[in-house]
């Protein structure tokens, strides 16, 4: 399998790193806009191979697609992260650009490539790449419900002062500070329901930990955080390269499921070998179908905000 990575940054380097350590791809190109900066991003990776035992093989290239060539899955990271106070949505103006730019190259030299959106704000950008490039809707993935995730059950566990593995969960929604939903009535520790272990304000005191996840890291960090982002990819892109049929939330097109139409938001779906095997339908409670509604309304003005 040939990853192509785009953004060479903070997110991109750590999508390669990870992606590498797993060892399921053989080769991950790496591409950014900036003279040199992907090459000695792809040598300093490969200069941990030998360290961490993997075989896969990191190049790095200034803008050129044409080393790109063939990439079964690509991912979208370029373009700028948020500073402390700024939304997601205020980075639209600049990141649209690069999006369409970024996946109009991509599909030129691999017609056959799966893109998995990072950039942000990543719904619209998703719905971005799904209005321009005409691709099958399986073929294009957005990034946030992985790592909001990941994010809840972190939180989770520390409510419930429980090892991670103990615990399952998932956020679906826009991939916003307001727009995520995580489904606290469904989320598990050891299957059994949480709500057994947290009271009601503690689990939504977890809730709103999560929606909050990425802020509360950007005000540390100075940047948005990379690391999570990174392990969030790689594992979707091995659920893509092991054709392991596994559910992450995505941000997917929808045509009615979840009574949502002509938008891409995070619903629970299953990755393989064909990008998007299929939209999982769950049963949401009352109150969850209402955030949810409420989410899409929330996805919808910024991509009103797109000049397609
Ligand atoms: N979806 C998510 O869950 C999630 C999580 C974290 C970050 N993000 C987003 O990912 C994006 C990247 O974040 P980061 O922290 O890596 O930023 P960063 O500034 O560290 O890296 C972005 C890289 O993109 C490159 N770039 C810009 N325009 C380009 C172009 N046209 N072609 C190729 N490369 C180009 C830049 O040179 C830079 O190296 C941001 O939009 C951020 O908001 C999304």
């Known amino acids: 399998m040939k990853v192509t990575v785009v953004g060479a940054g903070a997110v991109g380097a750590s ?5 590498a350590i797993k060892n399921f791809a053989s080769e991950v190109v790496v591409l950014d ?3 040199g900066f992907a090459e000695g991003k ?30 079964d899955v690509a991912i979208i990271t370029s373009g700028i992260p948020r500073k402390p106070g700024m939304t997601r949505e205020e ?7 690069i999006v369409k730019t970024v996946s109009s190259n991509l599909l030129e030299h691999s017609p056959n490539v799966i893109l998995i959106v990072v950039s942000n704000p990543m719904d619209t950008m998703t719905y ?18 992985a790592l909001d995730s990941a994010r809840f059950k972190y939180r989770l566990a520390e409510a419930l002062e429980a ?11 826009g991939h916003s500070d307001t727009g995520m939903v995580p489904l606290t009535a469904h989320a598990t520790r050891n299957s059994i329901k949480v709500s057994e272990f947290l009271s009601e304000e503690r689990l939504a005191q977890v809730s709103e930990d999560t929606k909050v996840g990425g802020a509360t890291l950007t005000k540390l960090l100075g940047t948005s955080a990379w690391y999570a982002p990174g392990a969030a990819v790689s594992s979707m892109v091995q659920a893509i390269a092991c054709d392991q049929k596994k559910m992450f939330p995505c941000s997917a097109f929808l045509e009615g499921e979840y009574g949502l139409n002509d938008i891409c938001i995070g619903v629970p779906v299953l990755l393989g070998k064909n990008g998007i095997e299929k939209i999982v339908k769950i049963d949401l409670a009352e109150a969850e179908k209402a955030k949810m509604k409420e989410s899409a309304e929330g996805v919808r003005k910024t991509n009103s905000l797109l000049t397609l």
């Open 91 to 97: 980075l639209i103006g600049i990141n649209a650009g």
């Open 163 to 173: 090892p991670i593995s103990d615990v399952d969960g998932m956020v679906i929604g």
């Open 42 to 71: 792809a040598m300093d990776l490969m200069q941990t191979a030998s360290l961490n035992g993997f075989d896969t093989k990191i190049t790095g290239v200034t803008n050129d697609y044409s080393k790109t060539a063939g990439s």
């Open 15 to 19: 999508c390669a790193e990870y992606i």
């Open 128 to 145: 971005l790449v799904h209005k321009t490039t005409g691709l099958p809707k399986n073929r294009i993935i957005g990034m946030g419900g």
């Open 33 to 35: 806009i900036k003279e």
